[in-house]
């Protein structure tokens, strides 16, 4: 036994072993800073739910990772590159000794958990302001089993057929966090239908700056998720860190312009929206493209979803916070551009188009967007309906209309009282609250 720790913590680098660390902390920020920005982005008379839906998120993906997750996603592949074994269910097996690479591998199970968890967070932007709280608590755990366990499998896991059959490309989650969680929400938004008074009420964010605190929180944290995905110290993630960054600046300034000219007044929300639209979509290309290509890359995507935003209102769902227009369709845009912008000194091996690759890679690319996005959305939508006839997937109109904080959480946002855990908010809206909270 002795010989055995010896030889696997001689394996563990020092340095890798502390950025991985970093990184997973910055990752798991993103979630929080997801609440804020979702948070200014609703109503006042719903954001405290949509906090909340962020922050249940860390628990109940928790919970379903350490117990099986993990072993499904990373574990050995079952055959045909779809799912991986239960070996490790419960982190059986793996200690303080174990490694992966040149990390533990508890520190990279954790690292790859802070990813789920945010993934399944982004879903609860496209059904804001309708959901139930109860629903929710259902729909996580079971989404994360069925839906990101195996597409994170297919690209990143041992033999997962993405990956190591097609051979398509993605550094850190084009595929399995943002055109999952955009194809699900989308599932989700025509399985709840749209919000009451959609496409005739304003539905203004709420709070400006709690957006732009978010965006930047999140901001923040990418760099932990596309930089940290290089797994080490290296010059590989200093160059995936810079492209984030380059691809945030060209992704805000191209909502920018697309605002100006269109609206003729550049806008908060279009800068918070335009940084994370490029973020999303640097997110699959950061480990495969130069600079140059990072920057177009950034540019595409904050031009592209600025009109992707408005797609809702003329094909009739109701995506409330634009998970559609900025995750799925800033995924798609970043995963497929891998195959025109892929360079050999990133990749070690595959090129892209422009860069004497021929359409191989580009055609890669497309096979597993559609493929994932086919996925996402037939089983996202099946687990929605389930639930609905269930249980009941939307909230009540009451429920609607008075807001979900008062309704559900028996608490607002902007009221000292909080029901049950101090003074009334108001004596006039208890018996109100209560009834409604009732039908939850």
Same mark, same amino acid.
């Given at each position: 036994?002795?010989?055995?720790?010896?030889?696997?913590?001689?394996?563990?680098?020092?340095?890798?072993?502390? #950025?991985?660390?970093?990184?997973?902390?910055?990752?798991?920020?993103?979630?929080?800073?997801?609440?804020?920005?979702?948070?200014?982005?609703?109503?006042?008379?719903?954001?405290?739910?949509?906090?909340?839906? =962020?922050? $249940?998120?860390?628990?109940?993906?928790?919970?379903?990772?350490?117990?099986?997750?993990?072993?499904?996603?990373?574990?050995?592949? @079952?055959?045909?590159?779809? /799912?991986?074994?239960?070996?490790?269910?419960?982190?059986?097996?793996?200690?303080?000794?174990?490694?992966?690479?040149?990390?533990?591998?508890?520190?990279?199970?954790?690292?790859?958990?802070?990813?789920?968890?945010?993934?399944?967070?982004? /879903?609860?932007?496209?059904?804001?302001?309708?959901?139930?709280?109860?629903? #929710?608590?259902?729909? $996580?755990?079971?989404?994360?089993?069925?839906?990101?366990?195996?597409?994170?499998?297919?690209?990143?896991?041992?033999?997962?057929?993405?990956?190591?059959?097609?051979?398509?490309?993605?550094?850190?989650?084009?595929?399995?966090?943002?055109?999952?969680?955009?194809?699900?929400?989308?599932?989700?938004?025509?399985?709840?239908?749209?919000? @009451?008074?959609?496409?005739?009420?304003?539905?203004?964010?709420?709070?400006?700056?709690?957006?732009?605190?978010?965006?930047?929180?999140?901001?923040?944290?990418?760099?932990?998720?596309?930089?940290?995905?290089?797994?080490?110290?290296?010059?590989?993630?200093?160059?995936?860190?810079?492209?984030?960054?380059?691809?945030?600046?060209?992704?805000? @300034?191209?909502?920018?312009?697309?605002?100006?000219?269109?609206?003729?007044?550049?806008?908060?929300?279009?800068?918070?929206?335009?940084?994370?639209?490029?973020?999303?979509?640097?997110?699959?290309?950061?480990? =495969?493209?130069?600079?140059?290509?990072?920057?177009?890359?950034?540019?595409?995507?904050?031009?592209?979803?600025? &009109?992707?935003? =408005?797609?809702?209102?003329?094909?009739? &769902?109701?995506?409330?916070?634009?998970? $559609?227009?900025?995750?799925?369709?800033?995924?798609?845009?970043?995963?497929?551009?891998?195959?025109?912008?892929?360079?050999?000194?990133?990749?070690?091996?595959?090129?892209?188009?422009?860069?004497?690759?021929?359409?191989?890679? @580009?055609?890669?690319?497309?096979?597993?967007?559609?493929?994932?996005?086919?996925?996402?959305?037939?089983?996202?939508?099946?687990?929605?309906?389930?639930?609905?006839?269930?249980?009941?997937?939307?909230?009540?109109?009451?429920?609607?209309?008075?807001?979900?904080?008062?309704?559900?959480?028996?608490?607002?946002? &902007?009221?000292?009282?909080?029901?049950?855990?101090?003074?009334?908010?108001?004596?006039?809206? $208890?018996?109100?609250?209560?009834?409604?909270?009732?039908?939850?």
């Amino acid at each position: 036994m002795e010989t055995t720790v010896t030889l696997a913590a001689a394996q563990i680098n020092a340095g890798d072993t502390a #950025w991985l660390l970093a990184a997973t902390a910055l990752v798991l920020l993103m979630t929080p800073g997801l609440a804020l920005f979702y948070g200014g982005m609703v109503r006042t008379k719903s954001v405290l739910n949509m906090l909340m839906m =962020s922050f $249940v998120s860390i628990a109940l993906v928790t919970v379903v990772w350490l117990a099986a997750g993990y072993s499904l996603a990373f574990g050995d592949d @079952l055959g045909g590159g779809l /799912i991986g074994d239960l070996d490790h269910a419960g982190m059986a097996g793996l200690g303080p000794d174990s490694v992966h690479g040149t990390v533990p591998t508890l520190l990279f199970a954790t690292f790859q958990l802070t990813f789920a968890i945010i993934t399944a967070a982004l /879903i609860s932007g496209a059904i804001a302001d309708r959901v139930k709280f109860g629903a #929710w608590l259902v729909f $996580v755990p079971v989404w994360a089993l069925l839906v990101y366990v195996p597409v994170t499998h297919w690209v990143w896991g041992p033999g997962g057929w993405i990956a190591n059959r097609l051979g398509a490309l993605d550094f850190a989650g084009g595929l399995p966090v943002e055109i999952t969680s955009g194809a699900s929400g989308l599932a989700l938004c025509l399985v709840l239908g749209p919000r @009451l008074g959609f496409k005739k009420d304003a539905m203004r964010p709420h709070n400006l700056p709690m957006v732009m605190l978010g965006a930047g929180l999140l901001w923040f944290g990418w760099f932990g998720f596309n930089a940290g995905s290089a797994l080490g110290a290296n010059g590989l993630a200093a160059a995936a860190f810079l492209n984030t960054l380059a691809a945030g600046c060209t992704g805000l @300034l191209g909502w920018l312009f697309v605002e100006q000219k269109r609206d003729g007044h550049p806008t908060t929300l279009g800068a918070a929206s335009g940084a994370v639209a490029g973020l999303v979509a640097i997110t699959p290309s950061c480990g =495969s493209v130069s600079l140059l290509g990072a920057l177009v890359v950034g540019l595409a995507a904050g031009v592209v979803c600025s &009109y992707a935003v =408005s797609w809702k209102f003329k094909l009739d &769902y109701d995506d409330s916070l634009d998970v $559609v227009g900025v995750h799925l369709v800033g995924g798609i845009i970043g995963t497929l551009l891998i195959g025109v912008f892929a360079v050999q000194e990133m990749t070690d091996g595959p090129e892209g188009l422009l860069y004497g690759g021929g359409l191989a890679q @580009l055609g890669k690319q497309l096979v597993a967007v559609i493929a994932v996005a086919a996925y996402a959305f037939l089983v996202t939508y099946g687990i929605g309906k389930l639930i609905d006839r269930a249980m009941g997937f939307r909230a009540s109109e009451e429920q609607e209309h008075t807001g979900l904080d008062l309704t559900v959480h028996a608490e607002t946002a &902007y009221d000292h009282g909080v029901l049950g855990h101090g003074a009334p908010v108001s004596s006039s809206v $208890v018996p109100s609250a209560q009834k409604v909270k009732s039908q939850a």
